[in-house]
């Protein structure tokens, strides 16, 4: 089985992960690889939150802002 | 005319960029608003735009 | 633009008719029964959610006008993909069955909505109102009717906004830029500027926009295709808005993107490859023949074509260019009393003077109706919310088909039962549209029935559709809080349309990490503020009378301070304008009006000291000779204005010929110059402005130079009147002027920043020389008046900025919040700028945005409160020591150090917090939470999705 990446994404909800709603609008088709996490402005996003997920087992995190 | 017979209501004829911004003013403002516009959908011109200038950033 | 049309769509006080037009209006000024023709969209916009599982039975096509017709489209189709209602429509005239009562397929395939509705019939409507604002808009210039150009003959030749479209990533080609003829990459582009503006035959008037849209349009596709070679074919490029210079700048430096200023003589098609062949005149005179691959002509604006009939139904009189008639000083006002205009109607015009406009219109509607204000709209009464604290977590979760949006793609079964296994749900349900009235009513229902404390729903995106459920709990008891969203749809099902496993291992993750969220949910309270109402106008210039008589016209206390003895700022230098009206007339007026108004308190000679507050509670100090004041309030607008440059340049100061255009207007008013001064007037544009220290155009100076020497000609008929410029800015109507001036024989020479004009004196003579390009020599003059337009340039501003924290530009003019969708706001709530303090402009547009201002600083004055939406930051004070970084860091200055018993501690200021969250994040004792998003709550959702990873 070829390697699957398990990508954790933190979206800032007025560009990116409103953008990442744009791509479903234009049924833009990207692999399944990636689950989000709304936040309200990715100034938000406290390093512990990436140092935590990667501890999991997290491969890649895309902080979208 | 005495004011007690004006009413609270306006209408917004044309819901591009314009009519959208003017209705929602009136509507925060406390006035009831009906917004006629002429096609199926609101958001005129503007809608058919990619980029806007001078930022940049995209219409929608 | 999304925001706008989602709260336009969702507001309780907007009703949205869509498809129809007005037939007739009867009644008067606040108070006209309107009819409205509603045309039959075959499809019930209540029901409809847009789910679209009905386009396929459609055997219909037809042209998809949105995307300039470029493509086809079913004939059951929605406009485009975020429209507003978001609801499909059926074309009458491609559709079967309205046609030859045939198919009904579209009926079969919404069997279970039953949104489609064949029997729909037109309906008249009447409607009461006490105003109406007109905003029909604009449509593109017809090219065809320049044959010369051969649009519609030759393939390559295309609009500008089919290039806008093209260049779209939601567009026809997906943003690919290619050329109709063969669907290539074209590599050399032309854009032909002034195509059915300026010109005798089609429109007299200059368009406004279609200058700068061509240069972005053109950066895009640089963008796209770094490689391309772009040309731009112009007379003069009219960049004249708030940072529109440096953009033209950016075009030409950054991008390469080449500008040629030309007549053009006509346009060959290759028969052999469909390029297209441009002969050309320059400047210079000399003859140019170049193939480009695709032509691209800059239509302009003409009114909507329906513009005319809603003119004569409304009883509004156009002007002779077929736009609304609009009088300089009050641009707002049509011809009929109540019923007032803005955006593209009244003049052609971009974005922000679109939205400035509209908002200046209302201001006009609401000062007009302000008593019987909020009497039509009411506060929906709510149930008490339940008290959930201490409850064990209840959570109920819904997973929406989405017709088969999410249906078809992910196992909405399997989700189900995969989500009933979680810890604290105590209720999962699948629902065909979860948004579906019906199916609202059911959460509620099973909200009560199964006591349910926190709601988890699968489907959509949260950005449109969470208001909705929330406002549905609401209705339940629950807070608005308790509620999480996972979006299955927009960003699982719709992308991984053809990975159906995948995509319900996704989903199943998503609503995992909901479930992990809600568990830690807590009710929230809307904080409510309440506002002073009460507006402090900084600056009693005309844009900053205007505001404040238009926030007393609305019923609005106001004070309005100035530093001057005298009220009127640049208005009082003012003679008359470009149209022949007297503004110093509109300045008496404007004054008396003030000095009358008993809700106006003025106050000359005042400084403001000190600021200090938040939207609905501002205090404010301002100090004159005589007295300190100290006031409340809940609003501040900016109206701080500017002046003219004073020259350094061209001998101006130290040789008394040589003087500004505004002590030239000011000379010509009072008749103090002898007429031997008028013998030879040279007039220089640009001075000061578009220069290496001051990248930006000044807008007006190119119109009242014009003025000037209309009067002048007036004046003295023998005079001869020299403008050295670069490029002639008389956007819009104004246009017509600078036709008049040429045929009053004033001549216009071109100079570039490379050949500046010399100034030089000789025996108390000054002498002017320009490189005349046509003649290709140097030109000398020796003028008895030497006139500089001169830039305009913000008044202090830096002091404002500085007590209000309010950013200004580069230029030193205040900067919006959004140059589009607020232009006249501030990013800090509660504060809004107009007038010359925020760009240069004219009189008539400093009035619209100074009603603007006025009509946005009215809505939370007449509120009376402002509601903070509780994703705002709170501080635990225990771990909190004041360290003040959270200060520094908030854009909004929504986060303060303050003195407490404990010792000083961080605060919100809750009126204004955004919720960004940058505060919470830099805080190095984690003493800052943000509602709805706490840190525990984002990590709780990390930890859902890696647990699934162990059991997978
Ligand atoms: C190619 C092109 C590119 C542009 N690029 C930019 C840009 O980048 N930046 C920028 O700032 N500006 C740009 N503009 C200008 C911008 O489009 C306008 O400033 C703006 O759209 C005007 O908004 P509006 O609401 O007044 O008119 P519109 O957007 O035209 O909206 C009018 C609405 O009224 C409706 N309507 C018309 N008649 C009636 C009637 N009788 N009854 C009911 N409804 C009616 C229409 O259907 C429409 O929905 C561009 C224009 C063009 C043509
Ligand atoms: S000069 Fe005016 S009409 Fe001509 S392209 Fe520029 S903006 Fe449009
Ligand atoms: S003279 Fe003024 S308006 Fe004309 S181009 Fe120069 S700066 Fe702009």
Same mark, same amino acid.
């Given at each position: 089985? /070829? ?22 609008? /234009? ?8 689950? /989000? ?29 | ?60 | ?15 949205? #008719?869509?498809?129809?037009?007005? $037939? ?35 055997? *219909? ?44 397929? @579209? ?120 490689? !391309? ?36 003589? &006509? ?15 320059? &400047? ?100 008490? *919310?339940?008290?959930? $604290? ?58 009560? *029935?199964?006591?349910?404390?926190? #709601?988890? !729903? ?29 979006? +299955? ?11 159906? &496993? ?125 007295? *300190? ?36 207007? $000011? ?5 103090? !110059? ?27 100076? @190119? ?39 040429? $045929?009053?024989?004033?001549?216009? +020479? ?108 009215? #809505? ?22 004041? @360290? ?50 706490? &840190? ?17």
């Amino acid at each position: 089985m /070829s390697f699957e990446p398990k990508i954790l994404g933190i979206l800032c909800n007025w560009c990116a992960y409103a953008g990442g709603d744009l791509a479903g609008v /234009s049924r833009i088709q990207y692999p399944p690889n990636m689950r /989000s996490v709304r936040v309200m402005c990715t100034g938000r996003v406290d390093p512990v939150f990436l140092i935590e997920a990667f501890a999991k087992g997290c491969d890649g995190i895309w902080v979208g802002g | 005319m005495s004011d007690s017979k004006k009413i609270g209501a306006v209408m917004v004829v044309g819901g591009g960029i314009t009519g959208m911004q003017a209705s929602l003013d009136l509507a925060e403002l406390g006035y009831l608003v009906y917004l006629v516009e002429n096609s199926p959908a609101i958001g005129g011109t503007m809608s058919q735009l990619d980029k806007t200038f001078p930022t940049l950033d995209c219409a929608m | 633009m999304s925001p706008k049309l989602v709260e336009s769509g969702r507001h309780p006080n907007i009703k949205i #008719i869509a498809n129809a037009e007005v $037939e007739s209006i009867q009644g008067e000024a606040g108070n006209f029964k309107v009819t409205v023709l509603k045309r039959p969209r075959y499809v019930n916009e209540e029901v409809c959610n847009a789910c679209g599982s009905c386009v396929e039975y459609c055997p *219909e096509i037809m042209k998809d006008y949105y995307n300039e017709n470029l493509v086809e489209q079913k004939s059951l189709h929605i406009p485009y993909p975020q429209a507003v209602p978001a609801s499909y429509v059926i074309d009458p005239i491609s559709c079967l069955f309205v046609q030859k009562n045939e198919c009904r397929q @579209c009926e079969q395939a919404c069997k279970e909505l039953k949104a489609i509705d064949l029997n729909q019939a037109e309906e008249h409507l009447e409607i009461e109102v006490g105003s109406v604002i007109l905003s029909p808009g604009l449509d593109e210039f017809n090219a065809r009717r320049k044959k010369d150009y051969g649009y519609g003959e030759y393939p390559n030749v295309i609009t500008s906004i089919e290039f806008e479209r093209i260049l779209s990533a939601s567009g026809p080609f997906e943003g690919q830029i290619t050329r109709p003829s063969d669907s290539v990459h074209p590599k050399k582009i032309a854009f032909l500027q002034c195509v059915g503006s300026r010109d005798q035959s089609t429109n007299p008037y200059c368009s406004s926009v279609c200058c700068t849209y061509a240069i972005k349009e053109a950066i895009v596709a640089k963008e796209h295709e770094p490689d !391309l070679d772009i040309s731009i074919f112009y007379m003069d490029i009219r960049t004249h808005g708030k940072n529109f210079e440096r953009f033209y700048e950016r075009a030409k430096n950054e991008f390469g993107i080449k500008f040629i200023r030309s007549r053009l003589a &006509d346009v060959e098609r290759s028969q052999s490859t469909e390029d297209l062949i441009l002969n050309y005149v320059t &400047d210079d005179g000399k003859h140019h023949k170049d193939e480009f691959n695709l032509l691209v002509v800059s239509v302009g604006l003409e009114p909507s074509k329906t513009a005319g009939s809603l003119a004569k139904t409304m009883g509004v009189k156009l002007n002779e260019e077929g736009f609304c008639q609009t009088h300089e000083f009050s641009p707002t006002s049509t011809t009929k009393e109540g019923v007032f205009v803005a955006g593209a109607f009244q003049s052609p015009k971009d974005i922000p003077e679109s939205v400035v406009q509209a908002s200046g219109s209302v201001s006009l509607a609401a000062g007009f109706l302000s008593d019987v204000r909020g009497t039509l709209v009411e506060e929906k009464e709510l149930v008490p *919310e339940i008290d959930v $604290e201490g409850q064990e977590p209840r959570i109920g979760v819904f997973v929406c088909h989405c017709g088969i949006n999410v249906a078809g793609v992910a196992d909405v079964t399997k989700l189900k039962e995969s989500a009933e296994k979680l810890d604290n749900v105590v209720y999962a349900d699948e629902s065909v549209y979860a948004c579906s009235k019906d199916s609202q009513e059911k959460i509620k229902q099973l909200i009560e *029935e199964h006591k349910l404390n926190r #709601i988890v !729903l699968a489907a959509c995106t949260p950005r449109t559709h969470e208001p909705l459920f929330q406002d549905t709990i609401r209705e339940a008891g629950l807070n608005k809080c308790l509620f999480e969203m996972a979006n +299955i749809r927009d960003q699982c099902t719709w992308v991984h349309a053809h990975e159906k &496993d995948a995509a319900t291992q996704k989903a199943d993750d998503l609503l995992r990490m909901g479930v992990a969220k809600a568990r830690k949910l807590v009710p929230l309270k809307e904080e409510i503020i309440q506002v002073d109402p009460k507006a402090l106008v900084i600056g009693g210039g005309f844009a900053g009378m205007t505001a404040a008589l238009s926030l007393a016209n609305q019923g609005f206390e106001c004070y309005l301070v100035e530093k001057e003895k005298e009220l009127g700022g640049n208005l009082r230098h003012i003679k008359f304008t470009l149209n022949q009206n007297d503004s110093q007339k509109l300045l008496d007026e404007t004054i008396e009006r003030v000095e009358k108004n008993s809700l106006i308190k003025v106050h000359t000679q005042t400084q403001v000291k000190d600021v200090s507050g938040y939207i609905g509670n501002f205090v404010t100090a301002f100090s004159s000779e005589e007295e *300190e004041t100290k006031i409340t309030h809940g609003v501040i607008i900016v109206a701080t204005g500017g002046h003219e440059y004073e020259p350094t340049e061209y001998l101006h100061g130290k040789h008394g010929d040589v003087i500004t255009q505004q002590k030239l207007g $000011e000379k010509l008013a009072s008749g103090e !110059l002898e007429s031997s001064k008028f013998k030879d007037v040279v007039m220089i544009q640009c001075v000061g402005s578009r220069t290496e220290e001051r990248p930006y155009c000044s807008r007006i100076c @190119c119109s009242v130079a014009i003025k000037n020497a209309l009067k002048i000609k007036a004046q003295h008929a023998k005079s001869n009147i020299y403008i050295l410029c670069r490029d002639i800015r008389t956007y819009g109507f104004i246009e017509k002027y600078y036709r008049s001036a040429r $045929e009053e024989g004033i001549i216009f +020479i071109r100079y570039d920043l490379e050949n500046k004009p010399n100034v030089s004196e000789e025996n108390g003579e000054l002498q002017v020389s320009v490189f005349e390009s046509i003649v290709g020599e140097q030109l000398v003059i020796k003028p008895s008046l030497l006139a500089l337009s001169s830039a305009i340039i913000p008044n202090y501003n830096k002091d404002i900025a500085q007590l209000l924290k309010i950013p200004v530009n580069e230029d030193g003019f205040f900067q919006e919040a959004h140059v589009k969708l607020r232009p006249v706001d501030f990013s800090t709530d509660g504060i809004y700028v107009c007038g010359l303090a925020h760009s240069p402009k004219n009189i008539e547009e400093s009035l619209s945005q100074a009603n603007a201002a006025a009509a946005r600083a009215a #809505i939370p004055l007449s509120r009376g409160h402002v509601a903070a939406e509780p994703i705002v930051s709170s501080v635990d004070t225990d771990k909190c020591f004041g @360290c003040g970084i959270c200060e520094y860091l908030c854009p909004y200055s929504s986060i303060k150090v303050v003195e407490t018993e404990s010792g000083e501690k961080a605060q919100t200021i809750t009126a204004s917090c955004k919720g960004c969250g940058i505060c919470a994040s830099k805080c190095p004792r984690q003493a800052i939470s943000m509602g709805r998003f706490t &840190d525990e709550h984002i990590l709780l959702q990390i930890n859902a999705y890696m647990e699934g990873l162990k059991n997978a």
